[in-house]
């Protein structure tokens, strides 16, 4: 079985910074594509960043320049560092991966169980 564990979340000030992070385990083969999602109440699942195993990103337009993600490959760890948070950017954010496990030929979409962030003064 495969995991993803999500930490960093929490109450911020308008402006400020957060850092979340999101660590994969279990019988990891490989890793495709990792990204993050978010969900504010009474909206739908977005797509806030993803990136390659080789390190190419792609953003939502509501948060370029704002937020950076990365990766460690060797840690099965994917980041998303937030910077000049406001407050329309309160939501759940989920971790997700395409892992192939172990002995295994497919991959398959895996998701985190939630951090919340919350942007308010």
């Known amino acids: 079985q495969v995991q993803l564990v999500e930490s960093g979340g929490g109450l911020v000030q308008p402006g400020g910074s957060l850092r979340l992070s999101c660590a994969a385990s279990?019988?990891?083969?490989?890793?495709?594509?990792m990204g993050w999602y978010r969900q504010a109440p009474g909206k739908q699942r977005e797509l806030v960043a993803a990136?390659?195993?080789?390190?190419?990103?792609s953003y939502a337009d509501s948060v370029k320049g704002r937020f950076t993600i990365s990766r460690d490959n060797a840690k099965n760890t994917v980041y998303l560092q937030m910077n000049s948070l406001k407050p329309e950017d309160s939501a759940v954010f989920y971790c997700?991966?395409?892992?192939?496990?172990?002995?295994?030929?497919?991959?398959?979409?895996?998701w985190g169980q939630g951090t919340l962030v919350t942007v308010s003064s």
């Open positions: 997700n991966a395409q892992v192939r496990e172990r002995f295994q030929a497919q991959y398959f979409e895996h």
């Open positions: 279990g019988s990891i083969g490989s890793i495709n594509v």
């Open positions: 990136i390659t195993p080789g390190g190419s990103t």
